[in-house]
């Protein structure tokens, strides 16, 4: 294993300080906690604070996203472990300017539990407290971790668009509301070139031959749907846009927004490539994307491949979400 760190034990740690002393426009840390808020939080006075995290590895997932238009506070758990209950709830009293907070939770079963717990902790402080699961992949029913679908990249689109209707001041309630309605629209699916290595573990989380692929693996090395030689970028496309369509039709009626995401060492110019052959074949189906974001947004670490979200965007407000200005460290 070769990275560049200090003790393994000390990642975490080292890695949040190192991001809010680089980024204090952006965000702060809670004091005693793993956890950062907007470093211009009072200036959330009177709007719902939204809080999301989960273990670290999938940078700049969840902090990267913290600041005016996005997040109010994330929590990063050791790496791909979730974040403590008493964390959670630090960030969700941090983050209550008196309005309510909303969580947007990744379906892996420690997140859920762990932020379900702080949910019931704040509630008893009288802090109001709604929350969506994102299940966005599509690719295995159940795996480890988890009772039914993923929370993946598509998380990311779901902290945009509730992030930009908070900022324009919607309530707790009609932020629940957009989150339920836009999540069912929202579909993710992924390649793995190669595995992801924890720094506390030592060696990867599953091993690919050199010609090898594994299409849907998850981003905690969780496993896929099936392995095979290596493909080129216009038939990784094939394969990712089939099994997207199969889950949800696409069709050239319907405006579409589309995140082309690294998995960590997945260079951008392979990044572009693969967008390159994604719009042709969508041109194909006569869809033009209305909306794209290509590079890392959630991470495993350093995973090579590609995850590919489409959001069917059939309500015209979820593209002004989208396009919504933000002031992040990543967006």
């Keep these: ?40 939080s009072a200036s959330m006075k009177g709007k ?18 913290i600041g005016k238009g996005m997040l109010t506070a994330a929590v990063a758990g050791q790496v791909f472990t979730s974040p403590t209950p008493d964390q959670i709830y630090a960030a969700i009293k941090a983050a209550d300017q008196g ?34 699961i994102v299940n966005d992949d599509i690719a295995v029913e159940d795996s480890l971790y988890t009772q039914g679908r993923r929370g993946v990249a598509g998380t990311v ?12 001041g919607a309530s707790l309630a009609e932020i629940e509301t957009l989150a339920e309605k836009a999540l069912p629209h929202i579909s993710t699916i992924a390649v793995a ?15 690919l031959a ?8 998850g981003i905690h090395s969780e496993p896929g749907y099936r392995r095979e030689k290596i493909k080129t970028s216009q038939k990784l496309v094939t394969e990712l ?38 719009l042709d074949q969508l041109a194909a189906k006569n869809i033009k994307p209305v909306f794209m974001k290509v590079g890392n947004y959630m991470t495993s670490i350093e995973m090579a491949g590609i995850s590919l979200t489409l959001f069917d965007l059939v309500d015209s407000e979820w593209l002004k979400y989208l396009t919504y200005p933000v002031e992040t460290v990543a967006w």
Excluded: C, W
Aim: hydrophobic residues 40%; negative net charge.
């Design 193 to 207: 070139l190669s595995a992801a290595t924890v720094p506390e573990v030592g060696k990867p989380g599953f091993t």
């Design 157 to 168: 689109l779901m902290h945009k668009i509730v992030g930009a209707a908070a900022d324009q």
């Design 48 to 65: 719902v604070g939204i809080v999301s995290g989960g273990g670290s590895g999938h940078e700049p997932s969840h902090a990267g996203f």
């Design 99 to 132: 309005r309510g907070v909303f969580l947007v939770i990744k379906n892996y079963s420690g997140d859920v539990m762990n932020f379900d717990m702080a949910k019931d902790l704040a509630e008893l402080d009288d802090i109001k407290v709604k929350s969506i």
């Design 210 to 217: 050199d010609d090898e692929i594994e299409y849907g693996v």
């Design 1 to 40: 294993m070769k990275k560049i760190i200090n003790e393994p034990q000390n990642v975490v740690s080292e890695m949040v300080d190192g991001l809010v002393r680089s980024y204090p426009q952006y965000l702060e840390k809670i004091p005693d906690t793993e956890a950062m808020i907007r470093s211009d």
């Design 241 to 278: 846009l089939d099994k997207l369509d199969q889950n949800q039709p696409l069709q050239a009626d319907h405006q579409y927004a589309v995140l082309v995401n690294g998995m960590g060492a997945t260079p951008l110019m392979e990044q572009y490539i693969f967008s390159h052959d994604l």
